[in-house]
């Protein structure tokens, strides 16, 4: 059974840094993995989805980079900004389903 | 249209009450999608429509009943809910996998509180 874990659970840093997110996963055949961002009490925005195929996708000052063998994703932020703030989640799916698994997210504060 | 909208946004309903949440989108996706979400907890899974069928019910409880009356529409009938079913119900639509297949795209949700 796929089990996804982020660490940290929670991250504060002040304005102007860069920091990384982790996300792993125990089955490595998946299909694709998505990294979403959530506001309180909103949905989810996709930030960034990476193919099995795919290595790495950037977009602005997010990059997340995924490394199958060894069943971890990573994303990215540069120079954070307090609009950055949110809880980041990452999903994983396998070939043939429909079914994302979520992980257990990371809250981020970037603090002014 | 990019977007996955989802109506009523905030929803109070008794236990005897009979309700549907709404989802509907215009992307072309032919697989859509209901998780619930506790707070703090990350979004559960519990229906899976592909064309227009349902393909996935991980064992969501008979009170919850989904709807996919066509491509871009998809119900969600709510009936003798619990207290402990209030939550964030998210609505999620994507292509099917494949080529095209360019991951999910969450509506806002609908916050249903039930008293």
């Known amino acids: 059974k796929q089990e996804v874990t982020q660490i940290p659970a929670a991250l504060s840093v002040p304005e102007g840094e860069n920091l990384v997110l982790n996300c792993s996963f125990t089955?490595?055949?998946?299909?694709?993995l998505q990294w979403f961002r959530q506001d309180p009490g909103k949905g989810l925005t996709s930030l960034l989805l990476i193919q099995s195929s795919q290595r790495e996708q950037t977009s602005g000052r997010l990059n997340a980079s995924l490394d199958k063998s060894s069943g971890r994703s990573t994303l990215y932020i540069a120079a954070s900004q307090p609009g950055d703030s949110a809880t980041y989640l990452c999903?994983?799916?396998?070939?043939?389903?429909?079914?994302?698994?979520f992980g257990t997210g990371t809250r981020l504060k970037v603090l002014a | 249209d990019t977007e996955v909208t989802q109506t009523p946004k905030h929803l109070v309903m008794g236990m005897t009450n009979k309700k549907s949440l709404k989802c509907e989108q215009h992307m072309g996706h032919r697989a859509m999608y209901w998780y619930k979400q506790k707070a703090k907890k990350p979004p559960e899974l519990m229906f899976v429509y592909s064309y227009e069928k349902l393909s996935i019910n991980e064992s969501v409880p008979s009170r919850f009943s989904p709807e996919c009356p066509n491509s871009s529409l998809l119900n969600l009938h709510l009936h003798a809910l619990q207290p402990e079913d209030s939550a964030l119900y998210l609505c999620?639509?994507?292509?099917?996998?494949?080529?095209?297949?360019?991951?999910?795209?969450f509506g806002s949700g609908t916050r249903l509180t039930v008293v």
């Open positions: 999620a639509s994507s292509h099917t996998q494949g080529i095209g297949f360019s991951g999910y795209t």
């Open positions: 089955d490595s055949a998946i299909y694709n």
């Open positions: 999903a994983v799916s396998a070939s043939g389903t429909y079914k994302y698994i």
